[in-house]
């Protein structure tokens, strides 16, 4: 099956740092990534949606400047949390959806940051 | 945005019991599906259900879907142990995106 990995699974940085989270699809090509925040207790958010090659397309309230998303291939998507504050911790999940047009979204294991 | 809602928020249920999940959501769908998720971990997918269809099983899963009232069901049998998790409904938008809308969740413990 296909199967999407995130790196790291943990991460703790200062207030004022940048982290980055990478998201891949290992056993196929995802051609549109999705990036969630999901608060402890709560439901998935979707935070922006990404096409390999192309800008990313954020929700409302998510901060394109502070949640930088990169789609630079067809197997990796990077989101990169910017000047990282206690708030922003949370568990961060990626899910990719491959060229096929199927419409199931494959999910990683997610990243639990926490900024102190 | 959180479109869908789903009841009950918690559940609790003896081992072999059924447990049965409800979720509602608001906007035309392309397919809605059920997903798992155990504590602190990702998403396990479970069932997907088209908007033409109205039911599907999967082992001991069985999912409605009744677009008329914008809403769905998941009904686990004969549950265990090792089903206790959180389970969430989420609907796929209409578009070539088919950006998925979460429900709030229910989370389900079922007792040996």
């Known amino acids: 099956g296909a199967v999407v990995s995130q790196h790291p699974s943990r991460v703790i940085c200062k207030s004022g740092t940048s982290v980055k989270i990478e998201c891949r699809s290992l056993d196929f090509q995802a051609t549109t990534m999705f990036w969630y925040r999901q608060f402890p207790k709560q439901s998935l958010m979707l935070m922006a949606t990404s096409n390999e090659g192309s800008k990313a397309t954020y929700e409302q309230g998510v901060e394109k400047d502070k949640f930088l998303i990169n789609h630079a291939s067809l197997t990796l998507s990077t989101l990169t949390v910017t000047s990282a504050h206690p708030e922003d911790s949370s568990f961060y999940i990626c899910?990719?959806?491959?060229?096929?047009?199927?419409?199931?979204?494959?999910f990683g294991p997610g990243t639990r940051l926490t900024v102190t | 945005s959180q479109q869908g809602e789903e009841d009950p928020q918690a559940l609790s249920i003896q081992e072999g019991e059924n447990a049965t999940m409800n979720c509602s959501y608001k906007?035309?769908?392309?397919?809605l599906q059920w997903y798992r998720q155990n504590s602190g971990r990702g998403l396990v997918h479970l069932i997907l259900i088209r908007s033409n269809e109205r039911e599907k099983h999967s082992g001991r899963l069985r999912v409605t879907l009744d677009t008329s009232k914008k809403s769905s069901s998941l009904l686990i049998t004969a549950s265990r142990a090792a089903d206790t998790a959180s389970y969430f409904c989420?609907?796929?938008?209409?578009?070539?995106?088919?950006?998925?809308?979460f429900g709030s969740g229910t989370q389900l413990t079922v007792l040996p």
């Open positions: 989420a609907t796929a938008s209409l578009g070539s995106a088919r950006q998925l809308t």
């Open positions: 899910s990719a959806r491959g060229q096929t047009g199927l419409p199931e979204q494959y």
């Open positions: 906007t035309s769908i392309n397919n």
